[in-house]
């Protein structure tokens, strides 16, 4: 690397990952997805030898898993209340039945109990809120592009 190239690396300590950690994203995948949303990579871009298109990617892909995590039969999967073959006959009842909700034919199922269904709701709404937090996040983001934007555009009329 050349001297006068070195102006180019910087290095980034102690990021509040709190919103992310949840989710699995690492603080260079949370760099490059600000980074992309504030139009400020280029080809040549390289977050810790990785491209930011890979890095936003592996981002966007673990936000989506997370969101999966959300619906509750996957919650009560994962804690192991009810197997995957009872998640999938009350889905399968569910179907026939749209108005009825997936607690309530499990309960009748006897695939878990109401306290069962209360715990994993409560599970549900926090993982909500994470995801909310990375929404709001992403708003930031957005909003300071709109900003650099309208800066460069005053600055090339000059």
């Known amino acids: 690397m050349r001297p006068e190239d070195s ?29 992309r949303e504030s139009g400020l990579i280029n080809n040549e871009t390289r977050i810790n030898e990785y491209t ?22 996957n919650i009560l999967v994962k804690n192991k209340v009810i ?20 607690g309530n034919i499990l309960i009748e199922n006897g695939a878990c109990t109401k306290h069962d269904i209360e715990r994993c709701i409560k599970s549900q709404n926090q993982i909500r809120d994470d995801i909310q937090k990375l929404d709001d996040y992403e708003d930031k983001i ?11 555009d005053a600055r090339d009329k000059l």
């Open 7 to 35: 102006y180019n690396i910087v290095t980034i300590t102690n990021i509040n990952m709190d919103t992310f950690i949840p989710l699995g994203i690492t603080p260079a995948e949370v760099l490059a997805n600000a980074l």
């Open 52 to 73: 930011p298109v890979e890095l936003c990617s592996s981002f966007l892909e673990k936000k989506s898993n997370y969101q999966q995590l959300t619906k509750l039969g």
């Open 83 to 102: 197997t995957l073959q009872e998640l999938k006959d009350a889905l399968a009842e569910q179907s026939r039945d749209p108005q009825k909700k997936l």
């Open 142 to 152: 957005s909003m300071l592009r709109k900003r650099l934007s309208r800066g460069k």
